[in-house]
């Protein structure tokens, strides 16, 4: 796709033309591939860096390490062909010049076969100068280009012919597959890693290839692997949560697509603590078997993994590579609850909304799971049609709910629920939420197994009636979180608000 945008700029003349990419080698690769097709001009291209001036090829064409000069001199040569220049974004700052020499360069380019591409890994443009520039976002390497690079990486091994028997379509198929989100440096380092000592490829060099994705999803600085446990959903109530993820189940499937339906959004899940949130985003994860990426919005807003709008692009970029997958943002408020702290427009604000904006466009295969506990600081443009497809509340568990949840978790320690009388527990944990109910069954097993018996309904009984819940001190501002719930969400649970005893 990348590589005919590309085409389709050097035959139009595109006068300067902005990429976003970390990858300069690859963009030479495709610029001058694209050169070669669209202009038919086997040349190699012009390259300006600070360092060695311009280039062409291998040679140094002219050693002019200033980039206003060198821009002067890419424009009164004859030779045709495209240039890219390297790290515009650190020259721009308070540097008239260069602006003008940018502005010159559109104006006498136009028409010319002289297109200039400048390879910067993050936008750093100002705004006057948008009006000029093709802006492009250049996408990590997809399927095809892995696959052609996994078989480089091949061709290039002592055990090439033997490998090469081994590799199956559906291997190497997987083998692309786990690669998504590397830049092509990276999946190079990652093919070659898992293929060192190997005369077969098989399903052990896959997993190689992802324990890499692990450590790659980790670089990102803000968006980390989760392993969810795979199996049936643990959760006990939310009836209505449930259902509405059973029925996408298949969301992300090639059938889903015969029926002309696009991948869901996500959804927003908030309300009460303890309530299990967090729990429904890990198991829609494990239930739909898609990896899960969490984002920590904490680490994103305080600047040690860099800009926030880069990270976050970033974090985008590399969800999107991993399609399908869950991206996890636990807790979204948290940067928005900074935001109202700081000025307005700050990168708080523009990291917000390039995140909704995002949401509204997206077409790949993320399935956004965010929750928020404050949830009167979310602002109304979060919660409009569109980006999300639908808001669950979730409450403190009914009854029938409370029943389920102890189940849950007393068979999670081994114990048979059938001897215990539930109706009786579930009625003692009014007002309980599940975090709760958890942590009593815990202390119950733990009393137990220090007597050295197995847990009975006394001890049970008791080690929940020593839990006070949150629900007793914080009464008043669970109220609030409901009423607010009303009228804005989809409640997850079966019964009706208030209705929870
Ligand atoms: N409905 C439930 N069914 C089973 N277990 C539950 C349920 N709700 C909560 N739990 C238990 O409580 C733990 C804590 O829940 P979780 O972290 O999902 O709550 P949360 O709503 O995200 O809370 P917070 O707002 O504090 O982040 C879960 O790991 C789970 O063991
Ligand atoms: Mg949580």
Redesign the pocket.
Known sequence: MIAQKIQRLLATKATLVYLISEEEERVERLVAAASEKALGNSLPVFTWSCLKGLMRGKDVTETITDPVRALEFFLHTKDAGPLIFKDLHLFLENNPLLIRQLKECARHLRGKAKTIFFVCPYLALPTDLYSIFRIEDVPLPQHEELQRLLYACIEAHSKADALKKSLTNELREKMALAAQGFTSNEAIEAFRGALVNQVAVSAKTVDRVLAEKEALVRRSGVLEFVHADAGAW?????VNLKKWLEERTRAFSPEAAKWGLTPPKGIL?M??????????V?AIAAHWRLPLLRLDMGRLYDGLAGLPEEVMRKAIKTSEAMAPCVLWI??IEAGIANQQQKAAGGSESRVLAQFLTWMQEKTAAVFVGA?A?EVEVLPPEILRKGRFDELFF?GL?DKE?RK??LT??MKKRNVDPSKFDMDYLAESTQGF???E??QGVISGVYESMSSNADLSEHTLANALRNIIPLSQTMRERIEKIENWARDRAMKASLHAFDRAN
């Open positions: 643990e959760i006990g109530g939310l899940v309300g009460v603590s303890g309530c299990g949130k967090s729990l429904v890990k636990d807790e929750t506990n979730v568990p709910e389920q949840i849950i978790h939420n599940g975090a109910i958890e």
